[in-house]
T-cell receptor, first 115, second 113 residues
Framework: KAGVTQTPRYLIKTRGQQVTLSCSPI?????VSWYQQTPGQGLQFLFE???????NKGNFPGRFSGRQFSNSRSEMNVSTLELGDSALYLC??????????????FGPGTRLTVL | AQTVTQSQPEMSVQEAETVTLSCTYD???????LFWYKQPPSRQMILVIR??????QNATENRFSVNFQKAAKSFSLKISDSQLGDTAMYFC??????????FGAGTRLTVKP
């Protein structure tokens, strides 16, 4: 079974631009979560999608948004980029989104640099 | 709000020895899940071990084991017979059961030959 894939792996943008990151979960997984990883703030939960619906949201401004498609692939969008948005963005997929007996799998991440 | 604290930013251990990484958390929930994730320099996060709060028995996975103290809200990771491949960032994480983990700041572990 293929793992979680994220595209692109690296991205360079300038302040004020917008960016879209993509995540393809493991086949059969219906839940996708996004995390931001920075040296200063560590790993922070952005949001979770399950069956095309946002189920949970972290404490991030409205510039950060996402969506999930019927095939469970997910995209996250950041508008009006700021220097502080430079980070590694990790996507994690989970079969059902509940942890009673299933594991969450992470992708390799997208490294976003904002200049 | 749930918080996860890892008080050891960096640790080192000699190959073949044992090391323990500390983690404490704060929650008012009674049912939840705790995890240790490993992030090697390649950046792919890998699950090391998980613990369900309703299970009193400490989880073990080969050389990895946890000491889960629910009343103290403590969840430490013990790595036995450390190997060079164990060198990585280790993150303690908490979730109430959904796919929305809260992570600690991480502990950078270096295994020395």
């Amino acid at each position: 079974k293929a793992g979680v894939t994220q595209t692109p792996r690296y991205l360079i943008k300038t302040r004020g631009q917008q960016v879209t990151l993509s995540c393809s979960p493991i086949s059969g997984h219906r839940s996708v979560s996004w995390y931001q990883q920075t040296p200063g703030q560590g790993l922070q939960f952005l949001f979770e999608y399950f069956s095309e619906t946002q189920r949970n949201k972290g404490n991030f401004p409205g510039r950060f948004s996402g969506r999930q498609f019927s095939n469970s692939r997910s995209e996250m969008n950041v508008s009006t980029l700021e220097l502080g948005d430079s980070a590694l963005y990790l996507c994690a997929s989970h079969q059902t989104g509940t942890h009673s007996d299933n594991e969450q799998f992470f992708g390799p991440g997208t490294r976003l640099t904002v200049l | 709000a749930q918080t996860v604290t890892q008080s050891q930013p960096e640790m080192s251990v000699q190959e073949a020895e044992t090391v323990t990484l500390s983690c404490t958390y704060d929650t008012s929930e009674n049912n939840y899940y705790l995890f240790w994730y490993k992030q090697p320099p390649s950046r792919q996060m890998i699950l090391v071990i998980r613990q369900e709060a309703y299970k009193q028995q400490n989880a073990t996975e080969n050389r990895f084991s946890v000491n889960f103290q629910k009343a103290a809200k403590s969840f430490s990771l013990k790595i036995s017979d450390s190997q060079l491949g164990d060198t990585a960032m280790y993150f303690c994480a908490f979730t109430r059961g959904r796919n929305d983990m809260r992570f600690g700041a991480g502990t950078r572990l270096t295994v020395k030959p």
